[in-house]
């Protein structure tokens, strides 16, 4: 069986080409910079690009037809190279967003990327308060793991994943 994935903040398409390589089936991609949204409409030509900030998008037609609903947030306001506004700077303020979207869409299961930094804002009063949003109202089991990538890389970091199902 295929499942099928919405991925937010997308990029230039790293971890969708994961998901495409693990079998998964992209219902549409999202990103916000034309440069991004150019990469991926070459690179996946046959899958619907939306070139949007993702807090004017409506995703109600994906009501309970999605199974994973993935975003690559930008880590500017959680890391600890950045000023670590938090959830109220911009672009932190798009956790919020990922948390609508959720809403309205109704994923089988979420996968939210960060840096890890997000651990430590306000001695973790922060990651606390975002398990309990995307809790969603107890309906979502929440899990949080840090990987590092098994790709060579210029970048020897971790990168902080959250996952919910229900």
Known sequence: ??????????????????????????????????????????????IQVICEDMSKIDLSQYKNRT????????????????KRGGLESSPGNLVYEFIRLVKEVKPRVFLLENVKGLLSIQKGQIFQMLIELLRVNDKYNVYHKLLTSLWSSSEARKNFFRRGSQ
């Not at 080409?17 to 409409?41: M, R």
């Open 1 to 46: 069986m295929n499942y099928n994935t919405i991925e937010l903040c997308a990029g230039s398409g790293g971890m969708s080409s994961g998901f495409i390589n693990a079998g998964f089936v992209p219902l549409l991609l999202n990103d916000k910079d034309k440069t991004c949204c150019n990469t991926l409409q070459k690179n996946c030509p046959n």
């Open 67 to 82: 199974d994973v609903l993935v975003a690559g947030l930008p880590c500017q306001s959680f890391s600890t190279a950045g």
